[in-house]
């Protein structure tokens, strides 16, 4: 835990916007999921996705953490970061065949979700090792937008469908060595997620899938973001997953290797968003504090409607009121907060936006032209690693030369 004085120093010294990281809380969050789940072949394969920060990764990396991969670009970077390729990973959808070739040349698994796709790999590549992701046909998750199971998602095999599956591996000789699921992001019920394995530990009987080296059961562990939000409680939430894995390999009649592919779990409460408020605007009902970031760099409000915790690191004792915390980009939806309580707000008072560790940098972009903040990650209470944003003009002359054409 960043104490908040702490985090006003680095706020003071490298300025704002700035991302901030706590890489001690990273790596007790790996360390805490295997003393919650006591599976002896448990495998975390952080989802990089959430963030993708490579000095978070580097300590995740040394601690012996796999990663879950979405593109050929986190592939190369996880490679190029020295992740061994047994360690990563790959969960495309609507993957092109130019990806899947380049990826299967890197030599990393790959986790296939469609009939589709799963066809033309029997046809074109008999023989390879690949795991199936299955759609878990459960529903649940913190949005809509990110639940991955049911009838309104992309993701996935639909169970059902076991029997053609059987028949495309077979036709190609392919080698099953795991079965992937996952429910969805912030998983509200334990039950959803005993559910959901329940019903890939169904399908992934001998005579469907002799091969199997592992079950994936993704990622989704949720932490609280709202003040007043319980936490869950994990050490009897895995003791359960761990008793039903047993219970499953012991049917199986093999030791298997359980992955979970975490994303939010490991690094949410870990980051923090900096910004420092220079405008101040009564809009009748309204209060406004206007600040020097904006949706492009923490977009979760935005697109999820999601809470953040904001505090008022400049002015912590000061009269509470209400306000709308907005940013700096030219849309009436640009806020972090709206109606939020907060201690009083005055012009130049540094504002820490917190749970900003997941998808918050690594969904950033640079709409109206704001650059990216900078990030620095702390570990053993010094400061590991840091990186400056781009400056404006730094900015206008990368796109300009990226839009050199030949
Ligand atoms: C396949 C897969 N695994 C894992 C994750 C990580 O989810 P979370 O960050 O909620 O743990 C995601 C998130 O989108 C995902 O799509």
Not at 301 to 307: D, F, G, M, R, S
Request: net charge negative; aromatic share 10%; charged share 25%.
């Amino acid at each position: 835990m960043i104490s908040h004085a702490r985090l006003l120093e680095l706020a003071r010294e490298y300025g704002t916007p700035l991302f901030v990281y706590d890489g001690d809380m990273v790596l007790e969050r790996y360390r805490d999921l295997f003393r919650f789940i006591p599976c002896e072949k448990l495998r975390i394969c952080y989802a990089m996705k959430a963030n993708y920060n490579p000095a978070l990764l580097t300590l995740l990396r040394d601690a012996g953490a796999g990663l879950d991969t979405v593109s050929p670009g986190e592939v190369l970077y996880a490679l190029k970061l020295g992740f061994p390729r047994e360690r990563i990973i790959y969960t495309a959808n609507n993957m092109t065949d130019a990806e899947f070739e380049q990826v299967l040349a890197l030599g990393v698994t790959m986790n296939i979700g469609s009939l589709s796709r799963l066809a033309k790999i029997a046809k074109h590549h008999p023989g390879i090792r690949i795991c199936l992701r299955f759609n878990p046909d459960v529903c649940d998750g913190d949005s809509e937008k990110t639940m991955t199971g049911g009838d309104l998602t992309k993701f996935g095999i639909l169970l059902d469908a076991v029997d053609e599956v059987r028949r495309l591996v077979r036709e190609g000789n392919l080698r099953v060595i795991g079965l992937h699921e996952h429910t969805g992001s912030g998983l509200q019920h334990a039950e959803s997620v005993y559910r959901s394995m329940a019903n890939l530990m169904a399908i992934a009987t001998p005579e469907n899938f002799p091969d199997l080296e592992f079950l994936d059961f993704g990622g989704g562990f949720k932490v609280p973001y709202k003040p007043d939000e319980k936490r869950i409680d994990y050490v009897s939430m895995g003791a359960e997953i761990a008793r039903r894995f047993e219970a499953f390999t012991a049917k199986y009649g093999r030791k298997l290797d359980m992955y979970f592919e975490p994303g939010k779990y490991m690094v949410a409460e870990a980051g923090y968003l900096l910004v420092e408020v220079n405008t101040l605007k009564r809009n009748r009902t309204r209060l406004i504090a206007g600040c020097n970031s904006g949706f492009p760099q923490l977009i979760r409000p935005v697109l999820y409607n999601a809470y953040h915790q904001i505090w008022n690191l400049s002015n912590p004792c000061g009269t509470p009121q209400v306000y709308d915390v907005c940013g700096n980009i030219c849309e009436t939806g640009d806020r972090f907060a709206e109606q939020r309580e907060l201690p009083e707000i005055r012009e130049y008072d540094i504002l820490a936006i917190g749970n900003a560790g997941a998808y918050c940098y690594s969904m950033g972009g640079v709409y109206n032209l704001r650059p990216m903040p900078g990030e620095v990650i702390l570990h053993d209470g010094k400061v590991f690693a840091a990186h400056r944003g781009l400056t404006s003009e730094e900015l206008a002359d990368r796109i300009l030369e990226e839009n050199r054409f030949k």
